[in-house]
């Protein structure tokens, strides 16, 4: 039976997409591989970073030297944005962009005799970005270690925002949106395949709804109207939600989050910068007062709630002075982790043609600075939980330490912990916290 096997990069909307490329070769009588050994071998790429594009490059040069006689497809956002690139790699069978990713199986499955050359002049090298994007319900019904306990569901793609710095919009196309029916839908069916926990994603995940409203002609449908529908259609035990803008943080979206036990305590807000005149340069649409406001009223909503933040160092012109106003933003505010990146020039963005582009090192040195920061604040963060309870979600990884076996779980408000003895996975458990060790919680039932 021919096999085929998937690997994803970048955020959990892809990952998610993943899934739903399983799908098409399952359906198909593919049988799934755990390694690259197999078959086919699909790489579903990111391409928000040259740091992204280059893991995609090397990827194809580790399956091919790993399993020479793979046929390697490439799909995926760098796929979408720069297929004659990739098509030119060694060894690289197939490249299916975004906007033709819902047909990849039958494309790559109905062309598997063909020399590649052949393939790519089929048509598997779009060239046209995304006029009229499908949008394929996924979920990440276990293809991903974690996700054996926490499916992803994603509900939303694309995005209509024009960041400054930003390719996603030309490599995923226009906000559209799952109905809200197929939402529920496709809960219950996790539901009833013994999932306790649903994380719903998107690339611009506060805008669901949008567009269903403008093809009705009618009011938006909120997305906290959606939570609502989920709470009470559905059995789900705990819905996560993942990164929401912080314009879309209503006061009624926190107050949901804050008091529903069903929602994790979790909230995921970019940031990029704590400038005014940063942001205005990135186009983002809220102001630093704008930001803060909005994460002290969640966390005056949740005291142990989990708060993150992306933040980007290095953007083009941004002085000293600049980033010492990002850098005192977060030192201010209750964040307990960050995900920080420093800019990397995507071909096609306005932010690319801007002047003074900040040197590498200047960039790698504030990265490190708030990378510190983020640790200190995730310390201080674990170290309070010290003596106290929390509930957490019981993962498949089983890890050997001096003491024993710790089965690795995630609490409610986002936090690793490390449970000691062995567990059966996807079980919500009640730890008592004893200590903290190596960024991470540790604890006995």
């Not at 209503?250 to 005014?276: C, E, F, W, Y």
């Not at 010492?324 to 096609?348: C, K, M, N, Q, W």
């Not at 306005?350 to 490190?368: F, G, L, S, T, Y």
Request: proline share 5%.
């Amino acid at each position: 039976m021919p096999t085929y096997h998937v690997e994803n990069f970048g955020c959990r909307a892809t990952q998610a997409d993943g899934a739903a490329l399983a799908r098409q070769f399952e359906a198909r009588g593919l049988q799934s591989a755990s390694t690259v050994q197999a078959d086919f071998v699909i790489l579903n790429t990111c391409t928000v970073t040259n740091a992204a594009d280059q893991d995609a490059r090397a990827a194809v040069r580790r399956v091919q030297r790993q399993n020479p006689l793979a046929k390697i497809i490439v799909t995926g956002c760098y796929a979408q944005r720069a297929p004659e690139e990739i098509a030119a790699l060694a060894g690289v069978t197939a490249v299916v962009g975004n906007s033709h990713k819902h047909q990849l199986a039958d494309l790559v499955l109905t062309s598997v005799d063909q020399p590649a050359a052949s393939i790519r002049s089929a048509g598997f090298v779009p060239l046209e970005h995304l006029a009229a994007p499908v949008f394929e319900p996924s979920n990440s019904n276990g293809s991903h270690e974690h996700d054996r306990t926490r499916p992803t569901l994603k509900i939303q793609d694309g995005c209509d925002n024009r960041c400054s710095f930003c390719v996603i919009p030309s490599v995923r196309g226009q906000s559209r949106s799952l109905g809200p029916s197929e939402v529920i839908r496709e809960i219950n069916a996790l539901v009833a395949g013994g999932y306790h926990e649903v994380v719903i994603s998107g690339i611009n995940l506060g805008r669901w709804g949008y567009d269903l409203a403008r093809e009705a002609g009618s009011q938006t449908p909120s997305f906290e109207n959606l939570i609502r529908a989920i709470l009470a259609e559905t059995d789900l035990e705990k819905l996560r939600i993942s990164s929401v803008e912080p314009m879309d943080w209503s006061d009624d979206l926190i107050d949901l989050v804050a008091n529903s036990p069903r929602i994790a305590k979790h909230a995921h807000v970019p940031l990029q910068s704590g400038s005014d005149a940063v942001l205005r340069r990135m186009h983002r649409k809220y102001r630093p007062w704008h930001y803060r406001g909005k994460i002290e009223k969640i966390r005056a909503a949740m005291s142990t709630a989990a708060i993150g933040a992306d933040v980007m160092v290095g953007f083009p012109g941004e002085t000293d002075a600049e980033f010492e106003s990002t850098r005192r933003l977060i030192e201010d505010l209750p964040f307990t982790y960050l995900h920080v990146f420093s800019y990397s020039a995507r071909p096609g963005t306005p932010a690319a043609d801007m002047p003074k582009q900040i040197p590498v090192h200047v960039a790698r040195e504030r990265n490190k600075i708030l990378r510190e920061l983020a640790a200190s604040k995730k310390q201080a963060f674990l170290q309070s939980f010290l003596g106290t309870e929390l509930s957490a979600i019981t993962l498949s990884s089983v890890h050997e330490h001096a003491e024993g076996e710790f089965t690795e779980t995630l609490t409610d408000n986002f936090q690793k912990l490390f449970l000691r003895g062995r567990h059966q996975s996807n079980r919500w458990i009640t730890a008592h916290i004893d200590r903290v060790e190596d960024g991470a919680l540790f604890a006995a039932i």
